[in-house]
């Protein structure tokens, strides 16, 4: 079993749709939790950051944590034809310094 | 300012080839990582430098791959007698200080093939 789970996709919204994209996670050590936006040909880039339960938002996007069930989920608001890329969730812990990212989630927003 | 860059972009090599790889972290970043993405496949660690100290090298999937870091800037990917599987983009990441907590900042990558 991967310690990171991501269903890869593709998805297809139209613009101005909510998307919802989400992990699991099995390893109870991981404390901080990120999401990655990757274009195409491209190197991931950090979209958000979070370290405990609950909810943080920034502009359209918002990030959503439930160690308990240790399930992640990231929302996007408005969507727009610039979202479509692959949206990679990442975990971390104090112990390690490298991530561990789940399979990525292909995203494609139709004008 | 500068971000992470790599060379080359692109690399096609033929079966039992060595390779090398460059990664050029944001200056003053004393953190380096070295990923690599399969097709359909989520980054997979190799490689972590952290200032001066001995590298985490447990991501290293064998020991065909190697990788230094001179000075502690510029970092090379090294992987001996290729094969088919290490066909792949092999990303580098810097961060400021290596902490947990630390954003890493990618680069665009090298795309690996090998024939």
């Known amino acids: 079993q991967k310690e990171v789970e991501q269903d890869p996709g593709p998805l297809s919204v139209p613009e101005g749709a909510i998307v919802s994209l989400n992990c699991t996670y099995s390893n109870s050590a991981f404390q901080y939790f990120m999401w990655y936006r990757q274009y195409s040909r491209k190197g991931p880039e950090l979209l958000m950051y979070?370290?405990?339960?609950g909810n943080k938002e920034d502009g359209r996007f918002t990030a959503q944590v439930d160690k308990s069930s240790k399930y992640i989920s990231l929302f996007i608001r408005d969507s727009q034809p610039s979202d479509s890329a692959t949206y990679l969730c990442a975990q971390g812990r104090g112990s390690a310094r490298q991530l561990t990212f789940g399979s990525g989630t292909q995203l494609t927003v139709l004008p | 300012g500068a971000g992470v860059s790599q060379s080359p972009s692109n690399k096609v090599t033929e079966k039992g080839k060595d390779v090398e790889l460059r990664c050029d972290p944001i200056?003053?970043?004393?953190?380096l990582y070295w990923y690599r993405q399969s097709l359909g496949q989520g980054l997979e660690f190799l490689i972590y430098f952290q200032g001066n100290s001995a590298p985490d090298k447990s991501g290293l999937p064998s020991d065909r791959f190697s990788a230094e870091r001179t000075g502690g800037s510029v970092s090379t990917l090294t992987i001996q007698r290729t094969q088919q599987e290490d066909s792949a983009v092999y990303l580098c990441?810097?961060?400021?200080?290596?902490?947990?907590?630390?954003?890493?900042?990618f680069g665009p990558g090298t795309r690996l093939t090998v024939l």
């Open positions: 979070t370290y405990s339960s």
């Open positions: 990441a810097s961060s400021l200080d290596g902490r947990a907590t630390d954003t890493q900042y």
């Open positions: 200056s003053g970043h004393t953190a």
